[in-house]
């Protein structure tokens, strides 16, 4: 069945860099965008990036640009979210999501199970 | 950036209420609007896609309506499985953003 598999918990300090993978499965994945929305604690969910699994064409949430990259594997069929120079404020569940289609105008309809990012001083 | 609004934050109400949830985007949005349901320790899951269109497997007591900057989601006849967060998310433009979400308590 379609589905995307995340990577485990992270436990990280102040300052250091992340990196979540996102594995699919069910499906081909470069007809299919990926994008990553996070929840920190007691907060509603955030839209962080999308990317183009056919090109690696990109879009960043502004207050992100600088620290997040998005990158794919598609020999593995495989997302990954890296976010540098953490801060507190970081702490939070991280989800990857498909895309319906390549770009926006489409809804996302399958989630990854999700991924704690906890960072800590 | 296009601020979407939803109202109420927290909705109390009992199994086999009627209840409606408002989403307003601070410009048009045509009909690219989605509702997602968020439940503690689970991924979120698209319950609604082009403000009124059921995803496969969601059952027919939630509809959509709405288009350009009013949206809302109905539930008739509500379930215990109904008792969640729901989120209402612009996917018209970058970047995409969500509603603060609203929480479905029982009453």
């Known amino acids: 069945q379609v589905q995307l598999v995340q990577s485990g918990v992270e436990v990280k300090k102040f300052g250091a860099s992340v990196k979540v993978s996102c594995k699919a499965s069910?499906?081909?994945?470069?007809?299919?965008?990926i994008t990553w929305v996070r929840q920190a604690p007691g907060q509603g969910l955030e839209w962080m990036a999308w990317?183009?699994?056919?090109?690696?064409?990109?879009n960043y949430a502004q207050n992100l640009q600088g620290r997040l990259t998005l990158t794919t594997d598609t020999s593995t069929s495989t997302a990954y979210m890296e976010l540098r120079s953490l801060i507190s404020d970081d702490t939070a569940v991280y989800y990857c999501?498909?895309?319906?289609?390549?770009?926006?105008?489409?809804?996302?309809?399958?989630w990854g199970q999700g991924t704690v990012v906890t960072v800590s001083s | 950036d296009i601020q979407m609004t939803q109202s109420p934050s927290t909705l109390s109400a009992s199994v086999g209420d009627r209840v409606t949830i408002t989403c307003r985007a601070s410009q048009s949005i045509s009909s690219w609007l989605a509702w997602y349901q968020l439940k503690p320790g689970n991924a979120p899951k698209l319950l609604i896609y082009e403000a009124s269109s059921l995803e496969g497997g969601v059952p027919s007591r939630f509809t959509g309506s709405g288009s350009g900057t009013e949206f809302t989601l109905t539930i008739i006849g509500l379930q215990p499985d109904d008792f969640a967060t729901y989120y209402c998310q612009q996917y018209n433009s970058y970047p995409f953003t969500f509603g603060q979400g609203t929480k479905l308590e029982i009453k």
């Open positions: 999501a498909r895309l319906r289609g390549y770009h926006f105008l489409h809804p996302f309809d399958v």
């Open positions: 069910g499906y081909t994945f470069t007809n299919y965008g």
């Open positions: 990317i183009s699994t056919y090109n690696g064409n990109t």
